[in-house]
């Protein structure tokens, strides 16, 4: 399995959603079985050994008692918004440089694509290295080209990372693995804000044909306003706001931002999984 940037200087921090109620599900969709394993604890094993800090937040205390058997710390709480299971996910990320926010509903996301976020970031944070080595400041950098040259390493090592997990079904069972259009994700001019904060300047998704989704990464000069969020809001309430600051990573299918909702998503996903055999499944 690929590793988190293979020389890394920032301390990520990982935080599992897993506090839905399951209201369109009809329960607690988070236990519902894929392949013989919840669909949470897919989830953690795809995290498991890239971040510095991961925790699971959850008002479910099956949810809570799997995934401290699969080594994950885990948040048990009785909160009602999702600004809370943010905010309380927020109190453990204390000393990260970086917090990625992972949906428990979406068994198929690839540790690959965990990883091309943590490299981008990774870029990120040198790119600002060489600037201020150079003697540039963050201000004299508009257009948020922080990364520079070396995106085109991202968009290599992120390719690598794909060729370790691709699936090797056909493309008529949904299994081909798209390229990482990394070097080109650059697609919006930042002004404005203050990157003198973080050393990363950009908040990072995974996206699939051009439609972002999760998991997503936060730089530490958002990390006020994750803690802070208006009631009911979550993550991509700071992304809105900071839309000139996002940029996107192409995921290898759409399987992998798939999230259940319903009973009906779930027979779509194991449909899909049976198609594929043990390719459809995150490695």
Not at 9 to 35: D, P, Q, Y
Not at 114 to 130: F, H, N, P, Q, T
Request: charged fraction near 25%; hydrophobic fraction near 45%.
């Amino acid at each position: 399995m690929p590793h988190a940037a293979d020389n890394r200087t920032l301390k990520h921090g990982c935080i599992v959603m897993a506090s839905g109620v399951g209201a369109r599900f009809g329960g607690n969709k988070l236990m519902a079985e894929l392949c013989d394993a919840p669909l949470v604890g897919h989830v953690v094993r795809a995290t498991d050994d890239l971040f510095s800090r991961r925790v699971v937040v959850t008002r479910h205390a099956d949810v809570a008692a799997l995934c401290e058997t699969l080594g994950a710390q885990v948040i048990l709480h009785d909160e009602p918004c999702r600004n809370d299971t943010v905010r309380l996910g927020m109190e453990a990320m204390d000393g990260c440089d970086t917090v990625t926010f992972v949906q428990g509903d979406q068994p198929l996301i690839r540790p690959a694509s965990i990883v091309a976020l943590l490299r981008a970031a990774e870029r990120d944070a040198a790119g600002a290295a060489r600037r201020d080595a150079a003697g540039h400041g963050v201000a004299d950098v508009a257009g948020c080209d922080a990364v520079g040259a070396a995106l085109a390493d991202t968009a290599e090592d992120y390719a690598m990372g794909l060729d370790a997990v691709k699936c090797d079904v056909d493309a008529a069972a949904g299994c081909d693995a798209a390229e990482s259009d990394v070097a080109g994700a650059a697609k919006h001019d930042a002004v404005g804000y203050n990157a003198a904060v973080s050393s990363v300047a950009r908040i990072w998704r995974t996206s699939f044909d051009g439609v972002p989704g999760a998991p997503v990464l936060f730089p530490s000069w958002a990390f006020d306003e994750l803690r802070s969020l208006p009631r009911g809001k979550g993550g991509g309430f700071v992304a809105k706001t900071h839309a000139e600051c996002v940029r996107t990573i192409e995921v290898s299918s759409e399987w992998e931002l798939f999230d259940v909702d319903t009973r009906d998503d779930l027979e779509r996903l194991q449909t899909h999984v049976a198609r594929c055999g043990s390719a459809g499944l995150p490695r």
